[in-house]
């Protein structure tokens, strides 16, 4: 791929490929993977991150250290497995310290929860990795368990094991006396189950749509539509403009959570419905849905 800015932005790239891929996903303050990208300097590094902070943290290092190997990408792991990598392209994974979630009404929010390990394996290329390092012997187990139902691993549980750097939660772990666990599941075949992943559908192009009459936009302010099954719109604010109005739109579509201004914008006697070019938004079916459900507003 050429042309690459380090920081990816989602909302322009169709699929994401680099040879000798290694992603660390929830990478913190960035400091494992500037260091593996520097023992490394023959492979290519992606670090996925819900954090703006730690993005900027990351990217302050790119830069400082003047990497070439290592992008960056604010979005959940999921999403991004989902829908910028193809099967069978990924070398190796590395989850430092992820959040255990050690509430049983949390559960399904661990990154090893099973639609995750299936779908990460199957980016995996046969023989690649996923290492997963934690302080919580009960999210260990969990994971352990999740592995062994996908049988797609081998599964190495290291003991004592010297990593090539700590990382900020691994420090703080350690100075309180707690034992770290650290365990690699090498893909060695396809997982045996077949999981029905959670997904969106991207679409080409996006539609502008009319509306015979105008509606007032400030009605809408504060009130959540369910639109069809999985598509939840929920409105904020909205802003008179000179030519017609916005609104802040949260769209959720099969849990993706698309966030953008949706405009009202007088043409003659139509008024144009689309997304404000302020915004720039994944192109979804959900989308495309809301638009359409939208201009026929009662
Ligand atoms: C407990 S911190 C560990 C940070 C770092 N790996 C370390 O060891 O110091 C967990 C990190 O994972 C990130 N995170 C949580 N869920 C995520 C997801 N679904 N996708 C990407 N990053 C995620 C959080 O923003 C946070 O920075």
């Given at each position: ?11 322009r ?40 902070e ?26 991004f ?8 392209s ?45 302080d ?30 700590r ?7 350690l ?99 689309s997304i ?7 192109k ?15």
């Amino acid at each position: 791929m050429k042309n690459l800015t380090q920081e990816l932005n989602p909302k322009r790239i169709d699929k994401f490929k680099l040879d000798n891929l290694v992603i660390e996903i929830g990478f913190g303050n960035g400091i494992y993977i500037t260091s593996l990208a520097k023992l490394f300097p023959n492979k290519n590094f992606l670090g996925i991150e819900i954090s703006g902070e730690s993005i900027k943290k990351l990217s302050k290092r790119i830069k400082n250290e003047n990497l070439k190997n290592v992008y960056c990408v604010k979005m959940d792991a999921y999403w991004f497995f989902y829908l910028f990598l193809h099967d069978n392209s990924v070398d190796e994974i590395y989850i430092n310290f992820p959040d255990p979630w050690p509430k049983k009404r949390h559960i399904e929010r661990r990154i090893t929860r099973l639609e995750n390990l299936y779908l990460f394996s199957k980016k995996l290329k046969l023989g690649g990795f996923i290492q997963i390092k934690t302080d919580d012997l009960d999210f260990y187990n969990y994971t352990l368990e999740n592995a062994k139902v996908l049988n797609s691993f081998n599964i190495k549980e290291l003991k004592n094991f010297e990593d090539i750097v700590r990382t900020k939660y691994e420090t703080k772990w350690l100075l309180m006396g707690k034992e770290i666990y650290v365990i690699r599941l090498y893909k060695v075949k396809d997982a045996e189950i077949n999981i029905k992943l959670k997904g969106i559908r991207r679409v080409k192009d996006m539609a502008h749509v009319k509306m015979s009459r105008f509606i007032d936009v400030s009605k809408l302010e504060d009130k959540v539509f369910r639109i069809d099954q999985g598509l939840v719109v929920k409105f904020s604010k909205s802003y008179h403009r000179e030519d017609g109005w916005i609104i802040e739109t949260l769209l959720s579509e099969n849990d993706y959570v698309h966030y953008f201004f949706t405009s009202f914008r007088r043409k003659g006697n139509e008024i144009i419905v689309s997304i404000s070019p302020f915004s720039e938004v994944l192109k979804t079916e959900g989308i495309l849905k809301f638009l359409n459900w939208i201009s026929l507003f009662p």
